[in-house]
T-cell receptor
Framework: KAGVTQTPRYLIKTRGQQVTLSCSPI?????VSWYQQTPGQGLQFLFE???????NKGNFPGRFSGRQFSNSRSEMNVSTLELGDSALYLC?????????????FGPGTRLTVL | AQSVSQHNHHVILSEAASLELGCNYS??????LFWYVQYPGQHLQLLLK??????LVKGIKGFEAEFIKSKFSFNLRKPSVQWSDTAEYFC???????????FGAGTRLTVKP
């Protein structure tokens, strides 16, 4: 079974631009969660989608948004990029939204904002 | 919301030494507890998790963790580390009823051959 895939793997943007990151979950998984990883703040939960609905949201500004499609693929969008948005963005999928289901992480998208 | 503290930022051990990494959480309700590992250049992987039942949980690669509810702790242990255990270890907690997982800052483990 293929793992969680994220595209692109690396991205360079400038301040003020917007960016869209993509995540394809493991086949059959319907829950997708997004995390931001930085050296200063560590791993922080962004949001979780299940069956095209946002189920949980972390403490991030409205510039961070996401969506999930009927095939469970998910996209994350960051508008008006700031230098502090430079981070590794990780996506994780699980079978359902039940916390007892193991989350499987993808390799991440490394975003650099100049 | 729940939060997690990992007290050791960097631990250096020699092979065959015993390991214990501390993890404390704060949350008033029932929690699910996890340890994840990230080997150099690889994805985050689940080591073990606790939801209910026996508070001593055994995971992959000889790791175990003990949930002590009275201390709000979930420390990770391994009796004898190997060079291949060199990695970053993350403790995480989620409330029982949602998938909002909060991670600790991570502990970098270096095992000297």
């Amino acid at each position: 079974k293929a793992g969680v895939t994220q595209t692109p793997r690396y991205l360079i943007k400038t301040r003020g631009q917007q960016v869209t990151l993509s995540c394809s979950p493991i086949s059959g998984h319907r829950s997708v969660s997004w995390y931001q990883q930085t050296p200063g703040q560590g791993l922080q939960f962004l949001f979780e989608y299940f069956s095209e609905t946002q189920r949980n949201k972390g403490n991030f500004p409205g510039r961070f948004s996401g969506r999930q499609f009927s095939n469970s693929r998910s996209e994350m969008n960051v508008s008006t990029l700031e230098l502090g948005d430079s981070a590794l963005y990780l996506c994780a999928s699980s079978s359902t939204s039940n916390p007892s289901d193991t989350q499987y992480f993808g390799p991440g998208t490394r975003l650099t904002v100049l | 919301a729940q939060s997690v503290s990992q007290h050791n930022h960097h631990v250096i051990l020699s092979e065959a030494a015993s390991l214990e990494l501390g993890c404390n959480y704060s949350y008033g309700g029932t929690v699910n507890l996890f340890w994840y590992v990230q080997y150099p250049g690889q994805h985050l992987q689940l080591l073990l998790k606790y939801f209910s039942g026996d508070p001593l949980v055994k995971g992959i690669k000889g790791f175990e963790a003990e949930f002590i509810k009275s201390k709000f702790s979930f420390n990770l242990r391994k009796p004898s580390v190997q060079w291949s255990d060199t990695a970053e270890y993350f403790c995480a907690v989620s409330a029982r009823d949602n998938n909002d997982m909060r991670f600790g800052a991570g502990t970098r483990l270096t095992v000297k051959p």
